[in-house]
Structure formats: C-alpha cells, structure tokens
C-alpha cells in the first residue's frame, strides 16, 4: 500500500539542528507536491515548506516563521523528502507531518527544543 513514515524527530536546545526524514513507499515523490507540516500543542496545523514535483520545477515554498532556517528537498532515487531544520527555537517545538498532495499523510515525529 501506499504509505508515507517520518522520522529524524527529537529533542534539542535551542540553536540547535534537526533533519527529518520523510520516507515514501507505493508511490513516487518525484510525481507529487510534498510538504511539511507541523501541529504545535493548542495550535492548529500549519504549513511549514512544501517542495513541487519535477514537472512543476520543483519550486520551494516556506512559512514565514522559517524562512532562512528551514530547507526542503527530495531524493529521488530514496523516494524521500527531507527537512533540514538549523538554528531551532523553542516555538518550533510541535509534531511534524509529511503529505503529498494534502492527500497521503505519515503519522507524525516530534520534535522538541528547549530553551
């Protein structure tokens, strides 16, 4: 089937840098628009950084709150998309999602950052 597994989540100071990892199966993420999203406690879902699909020139979008921090980017030939988090702050602490196309969703890894 389908599917779509995060991982690469944790707990770091602040300052401090993580990569997650979105691994998909059943489907190419080559194909697809993939995004990151993230649900802090008592927050709703937001988007943090999506990446297009090859024939959409892979264009790369991020949420204000992590512009200049944050980068997306696909390995095809792992059929995974990635999420490079550097200088973390305690407001990025939330569970991160990974979705093609708003569609296909993984379960979640957390990421923590301490002050």
């Given at each position: ?8 989540g ?20 080559r ?18 950084a ?32 990635f ?31 301490s002050?």
């Amino acid at each position: 089937q389908v599917q779509i597994v995060e991982s690469g989540g944790g707990s770091v100071q602040t300052g401090g840098s993580l990569r997650l990892s979105c691994s998909a199966s059943g489907f190419p993420v080559r194909n697809y628009w993939m995004s990151w999203y993230r649900q802090a406690p008592g927050k709703e879902r937001e988007l943090v950084a999506s990446i297009g699909s090859d024939g959409a020139g892979r264009r790369e979008n991020y949420a204000k709150s992590v512009k200049n921090r944050f980068s997306i980017s696909r390995d095809n030939s792992e059929n995974t998309v990635f999420l490079q988090m550097n200088n973390l702050k305690p407001e990025d602490t939330a569970v991160y999602y990974c979705t093609a196309g708003g569609q296909l969703w993984g379960q979640g890894t957390q990421v923590t950052v301490s002050s």
